[in-house]
């Protein structure tokens, strides 16, 4: 069997907007911190894009491999980090016959971390289901995605999401195939800026200049999701572990 549809192999409106979070050392090393307590053992990443979170995994030499459907996106990833090609895979974590076309693959990881990618799915239940298959037992996956469907606008078009989530409805899709270990919200100060941003001013991507201040303040960002306790947030992330 095929897919339901096919992926392109060049994403040059995705490639423009991580190009613009690229340059944002500050909130994508905080995005790391956060995630990084939940991967250990042998990781792989779903979804690596430009490497803007892999590179924090490969500065500290953990033991990682990367992946994207996106032909460009896998070129620039193996040129950035000098990787090999059994270092950075073609992964489609929606394919239907995924066992068969990925044996391999299927309960090598300890640890698997999927970043602003299920929202892009259709069928996110296979999603999440598929990626536990590449898991070994009792191995951690964390996904993290867009939340409160409230805030879907002109950025999560230009983007090809087809939903944001909450923490209620994505702890109840991951729960549903793994033990839930964790799930909060991320980054609270990024609501007012996307809100106004692409609802208000009608943006169609990331301005340069906003993620440049934004980058700035990540670190006070930060602080305020530890007051306000991860209740709220423009991301929410969810951590599951397979389950014998």
Known sequence: MKPEFEYKDIDQEGLEVLDVIASADNFNRWMYRTIAPFCTGNILEIGSGVGNISQFFIRENRPIVLSDIRLNYRNIIKDKFGLEDNQVLDIDIAHPDFEKTY??????????????????????????????????????????????????????????????????????????????????????????????????????????????????????????????????????????????
């Open 103 to 244: 044996p391999e693959l299927l309960g090598r990881f300890d640890s698997i971390f999927c970043l602003n990618v299920v929202e892009h799915i259709k069928d996110d239940n296979l999603a999440i289901e598929n990626m536990l298959k590449l898991l070994k037992t009792n191995g951690m996956l964390t996904v993290l995605v867009p939340a409160h469907q409230a805030l879907y606008n002109g950025f999560d078009v230009t983007l090809e999401h087809f939903r944001r989530y909450n923490k209620k409805n994505l702890t109840a899709l991951m729960s549903k195939h793994g033990r839930l270990v964790d799930a909060f919200y991320f980054n609270a100060m990024g609501i007012p800026a996307w809100f106004i941003s692409g609802s208000l001013f009608k943006h169609k991507s990331i301005p340069e200049g906003e993620m440049k201040l934004f980058n700035f303040l990540a670190p006070v960002f930060a602080l305020v999701d530890k007051m306000t306790f991860r209740k709220i947030g423009l991301s929410v992330i969810c951590v599951v572990k397979k389950m014998p």
